[in-house]
């Protein structure tokens, strides 16, 4: 790499995986790395819902920043939703992402599959830019960098 290249900031593109337990008994060896959350979702409303955020949009609900100095507008160029077992997992690949902004995004699918918000109010909380409008904060257990392209 050159003398002026930063890691963060050369960065193209970027892929993270969140990944979820739906099982009742939590595996132990893995509570660190999995977010726990014991109960089963509906995958095909969440995955419908999920096709709102793909795109360029301003994300502004979608940050626990209240202040950005920068644009809060970023491309998501896939949101991928899949059930191997007990296991789902959400892959997100986008240009860039905001602080806290997939666990964000994964906090509002999920409320979604539990049926606690429509499909539709996906769209509401893209347009509203509030962030109290959106899901909550889904933990950090889950949450993997899974890829950074330069």
């Known amino acids: ?3 002026r290249f930063h890691s963060r900031l050369n960065a193209v593109s970027k892929t993270y995986c969140y990944r979820i337990e739906t099982a009742a008994k939590k595996n132990v060896f893995e509570r660190r790395y999995v977010y726990g959350l014991g109960e089963p979702l509906d ?3 969440m995955r419908r819902a999920a096709a709102y955020l793909t795109g360029e949009h301003d994300f502004k609900a979608f940050c626990s920043l209240k202040r950005m100095k920068k644009s809060t507008v970023r491309t998501v160029d896939s949101i991928e939703i899949v059930r191997k077992k007990d ?3 959400f892959n997100f690949h986008g240009t860039g992402f905001l602080q806290n902004m ?3 995004l994964v906090g509002t699918l999920l409320e979604v599959g539990q049926g606690k918000r429509t499909i539709e109010s996906v769209q509401d909380t893209l347009d509203a830019r509030d962030r109290t409008t959106a899901g909550y904060t889904a933990p ?4 993997s960098l899974m890829r950074v392209d330069y």
């Open 1 to 3: 790499a050159g003398p």
């Open 43 to 45: 995958i095909a409303s």
């Open 87 to 89: 296991y789902i997992y």
């Open 102 to 104: 997939v666990r964000i």
């Open 140 to 143: 950090p257990q889950g949450l």
